[in-house]
Nanobody
Framework: QVRLVESGGGLVQAGGSLRLSCAAS????????MGWFRQAPGKEREYVAT????????YYGDSVKGRFTVSRDNAKNTLSLQMNSLKPEDTAVYYC?????????????????WGQGTQVTVSS
């Protein structure tokens, strides 16, 4: 079965850093483009970042560009999101997702599997 499990969320002060991880349980992880999304209470799901296939090209939403870095470790079937210079508006539940498309970008319908999320709270 396919399973994605996020971890690493928590409470941090503005300007601080957190590193999120996503553990994937399927064998085709290395062939999947992976993405991060987030959703704050009362707001729509927002695109954060994607690492595509082939070549591991990366893309970021405008609100996080220059502050967040997405990476993957295919040997460990894990996806990571390094978040620096955090702002209160970054507060949200962060979701890991997998796609059958090489470059799904911010297009939610192109992602096939989703984790249950991890909470990130940034205090001012």
């Amino acid at each position: 079965q396919v399973r994605l499990v996020e971890s690493g969320g928590g409470l941090v002060q503005a300007g601080g850093s957190l590193r999120l991880s996503c553990a994937a349980s399927f064998r085709t992880f290395s062939n999947k483009a992976m993405g991060w999304f987030r959703q704050a209470p009362g707001k729509e799901r927002e695109y954060v970042a994607t690492i595509g296939r082939p070549g591991d090209s990366t893309y970021y939403g405008d609100s996080v560009k220059g502050r967040f870095t997405v990476s993957r470790d295919n040997a460990k079937n894990t996806l990571s999101l390094q978040m620096n210079s955090l702002k209160p508006e970054d507060t949200a539940v962060y979701y890991c997702a997998a796609s059958s498309y090489n470059n799904p970008g911010p297009n939610v319908p192109l992602y096939d599997y989703w984790g249950q999320g991890t909470q990130v709270t940034v205090s001012s």
